[in-house]
């Protein structure tokens, strides 16, 4: 897939924006988002912007365009057949996942659609039931819309990562930089990935994998300190330095 995606994007900057749309669309679209492999495609795209074959803005407006077409035209979907949808096989046979979408959605409509873009399983659905509850449009454009704005660059930002690791020698050279640079991101990943894990916990007698609400929250902090402190330490080596650089290149070079 990678090899098809370098392919197409280096004949032509115009063959690029259109992958890209094309990429963010079947993202986002109802249904067909939950069959594609997301950050593996984006990520993909994201390293030949770092290996700058792909200029990054263009890329950012051409997948903010992809994204907005494939909400829109799936909660347009919502709206028309949410009689037919109710009854399609998948909600039948998700049904707890229909109903969680639909009660956030409810309760918090703008952080529901905002947060879930960035969601591989809620993607390509939150859109399509928000168009089935007939949410009023006005409180769908704002947070769509900046859901749209963000999640290209972040999915985009590991393959920009690696496209750049991979062609700077000076880095490679180095055996200890990548690994402990590799560390230290998985261990703030966690840190968050716990905080989160812990506001889903409604009850303090609740336990994930027998760890109680309260030792999770102790778990992800220290996680958390010893991740953001490996970051900021990380900050004073040559090898970030050069990356630094490189990444003011990337996004600050028109």
Not at 12 to 20: A, D, Q, R, T, V
Not at 30 to 49: E, R
Not at 75 to 103: A, D, E, M, T
Request: proline fraction near 5%; charged fraction near 10%.
């Amino acid at each position: 897939m990678e090899s098809w995606l370098t392919y197409f994007t280096t004949q032509s900057l115009e063959y690029s924006l259109i992958i890209i749309v094309i990429v963010s669309f079947l993202e986002s679209f109802a249904f067909v988002g939950l069959l594609l492999p997301g950050i593996v495609l984006m990520t993909a795209l994201g390293t030949l912007i770092g290996q700058e074959k792909v200029s990054f803005y263009p890329a950012w407006i051409s997948g903010f365009i992809g994204c907005l077409l494939g909400d829109w035209i799936s909660f347009y979907i919502g709206c028309v057949f949410k009689s037919w949808l109710h009854n399609l096989f998948f909600f039948k046979k998700h049904f707890i996942i229909l109903k969680k979408i639909k009660k956030s959605l409810y309760y918090y409509s703008f952080l529901t659609i905002f947060i879930g873009r960035f969601i591989g399983p809620t993607r390509p659905l939150v859109p399509i039931i928000s168009g089935m509850l007939q949410l009023p449009l006005k409180k769908f454009i704002l947070p769509n819309i900046l859901g749209c704005l963000f999640w290209p660059p972040v999915y985009f930002f590991p393959g920009i990562f690696t496209g750049l690791l991979m062609h700077t020698p000076y880095i490679n050279r180095n055996n200890y930089f990548l690994p402990i640079l590799i560390i230290v991101l998985i261990v703030t990943w966690i840190g968050f990935w716990l905080i989160w894990r812990w506001k889903q916990l409604e009850h303090n007698k609740f336990k994930y994998f027998n760890i109680s609400k309260k030792n999770l929250l102790v778990f992800a902090v220290i996680m958390l300190i010893i991740g953001i402190s490996g970051l900021i330490l990380i900050q004073f080596c040559k090898e970030m330095f050069i990356l630094r650089q490189l990444i003011w290149k990337i996004l600050f070079t028109m």
